[in-house]
C-alpha cells in the first residue's frame, strides 16, 4: 500500500484514484462510502464534515483488499457478503444472485396487495435464490405460510440462513420446476411468484463486467431459441395448483412484456396487467388463474 496517512481524506482520495477509470465518478464516490462505513464505521457525513479523523491499520488494510478486488469489478455486496433487501440483511455469495431493486419492487407490489389480508394464503416463490423473496412476503403478509423451491442445494443452505437469519419460517424444498413429474408432489397456493432467468444469451454483451465475472450464468440466462421456458412452466405449473382467484407474479425481462401476457392470454389467465418499474421499463406481470 502506498497511503501515505491514515486521514480519511487522503484515503479517501488516494483510493479514488485507484478506481478512477475503472467506474464513472459518483460510483466511485458510492462504493467508497460504503466500503468505509462497513469496514471503518464512518459514515458519509463523518467522512465529508471530519476530514480530521483516521482510520486504524486494521480497518486501511480492510478497505484496501476491497478496493482490490473492485479493481476486479468484483460486486461490493459480494466483497461484504451480504446486501439489504426491503430493510432485512441477507447473506450473499455466488451460489445466489444479489438481490435488485426492480426485485425489491415486484414484492413491495405483493404486499401492497395482501397487506390487509385476515385469513391464511399459501404462497410459493420460484426459484427463490437468496430467499429475498419468500422471507419478505413472510414477514409482511399475515397468515401466509411461504415455500420455496430451487434446483441448486447449495443455494437453498444459503437461503435457509437467510430465513433463520431473519427469523421467519419458510418450507424450503429443492425442485426443478421444468421437471413436470415433480409437480404432484407440491400442494394448491394463493399465489405464486418468481423471478426466474431472463436474459437472453444474446443480450450478454450489454451486461457489465461485474456480473459477467460473478455471477452464477444458470441463474441470469436463457436461451434466445426459448426465451420464456421458465415462465411457460410456470404458468402451466399455475394452472394446476393456483386455487380459485389466485394470483401469479412474475419479474420479467423488460423486452419481454408483451410475449408474456400474449402468453398468459394464451393459458387463459385474466386480469393481467404488465407494470413498469421505478424506471419506466416493464418489469412486473401481475395476473389471475380463472377457474372454469
Known amino acids: 500500500m502506498k497511503v501515505r496517512s491514515n486521514k480519511i481524506i487522503d484515503v479517501f482520495k488516494y483510493y479514488s484514484n485507484e478506481l478512477d477509470g475503472l467506474y464513472e465518478n459518483k460510483e466511485i464516490k458510492d462504493l467508497l462510502h460504503l466500503i468505509f462505513e462497513e469496514y471503518a464505521g464512518l459514515s458519509r ?14 480497518e486501511l488494510l480492510k478497505i484496501h483488499f476491497a478496493v482490490k478486488d473492485l479493481k476486479k469489478f468484483k460486486p461490493v455486496q459480494y466483497i461484504f457478503g451480504k446486501t439489504n433487501f426491503l430493510g432485512l440483511d441477507f447473506i450473499v455469495n455466488p451460489d445466489v444472485l444479489i438481490p435488485r431493486p426492480e426485485t425489491e419492487e415486484l414484492v413491495s407490489l405483493i404486499v401492497n396487495d395482501y397487506k390487509d389480508n385476515k385469513e391464511e394464503i399459501n404462497i410459493l416463490d420460484i426459484g427463490t435464490g437468496s430467499g429475498c423473496i419468500a422471507i419478505c412476503l413472510k414477514k409482511n403478509i399475515p397468515f401466509s405460510k411461504v415455500y420455496a423451491i430451487d434446483d441448486f442445494p447449495e443455494t437453498l443452505k444459503t437461503a435457509k440462513i437467510n430465513a433463520e437469519n ?43 463486467k461485474n456480473v459477467l465475472d460473478y455471477e452464477r450464468k444458470e441463474f441470469l440466462f436463457v436461451s434466445d431459441n426459448n426465451p420464456l421456458i421458465f415462465y411457460e412452466a410456470i404458468s402451466d405449473f399455475a394452472t394446476e395448483h393456483l386455487k380459485k382467484n389466485g394470483m401469479l407474479y412474475f419479474e420479467i425481462n423488460e423486452n419481454s412484456g408483451a410475449s408474456v401476457v400474449k402468453m398468459l392470454e394464451a393459458k387463459r389467465f385474466g386480469n393481467i396487467l404488465l407494470l413498469k ?11 389471475e388463474i380463472k377457474i372454469f
Open 45 to 58: 457525513t463523518d467522512i465529508i464534515l471530519n476530514t480530521e479523523l483516521k482510520v486504524n491499520e486494521s
Open 166 to 208: 431473519n427469523k421467519v419460517d419458510i418450507k424450503f424444498i429443492c425442485l426443478d420446476i421444468l421437471d413436470k413429474q415433480l409437480w404432484k408432489n407440491l400442494p394448491q397456493f394463493d399465489i405464486i411468484v418468481s423471478n426466474p432467468p431472463y436474459i437472453r444469451e444474446s443480450e450478454k454483451k450489454l451486461m457489465n
Open 277 to 287: 418499474d421505478i424506471r419506466g421499463k416493464n418489469r412486473i406481470v401481475k395476473s
